[in-house]
């Protein structure tokens, strides 16, 4: 899987990281599994780690639009939380940042950063 997660009990986060060349079916896949996950309720908040995941990832423009569809027709069962994209690349932080702005309208709290350690503080602050 290009994307994996677990659930961090202590932090009450699920920490998602992608890995190699991630597309756009990757992302919908991860969030499909992570929603159906009854142990998801057990995390407050969601880090995604991307800075594993290869220049040559094929995620698109229209790949968002379509994830943040999933996510809105889900706002109803979404209790908030804090979401923190981690990307290290121009591309990756670009279309994390686009990700961010088309979810503006929801229950959750995104934020997009270039290191796991500001992510961390702003996630457990």
Known sequence: MPIDYRID???KVLVAEGHGQ????????YARRMFADPGRHLAAHELV???????????????????????RGRYDLITGGRLAIVANSEVAYGLARMYQ???DDGPDRIR???SLDEAWEWLES
């Open 9 to 11: 009990a202590a932090r």
């Open 49 to 71: 780690d991307l800075t594993r995941a290869s220049d040559d990832s094929e995620i698109t423009a229209d790949g968002i639009r379509e994830l943040a569809e999933y996510w």
């Open 101 to 103: 702005l088309m979810r």
């Open 22 to 29: 991630i597309r756009d079916e990757d992302l919908l896949d």
């Open 112 to 114: 997009v950063f270039r």
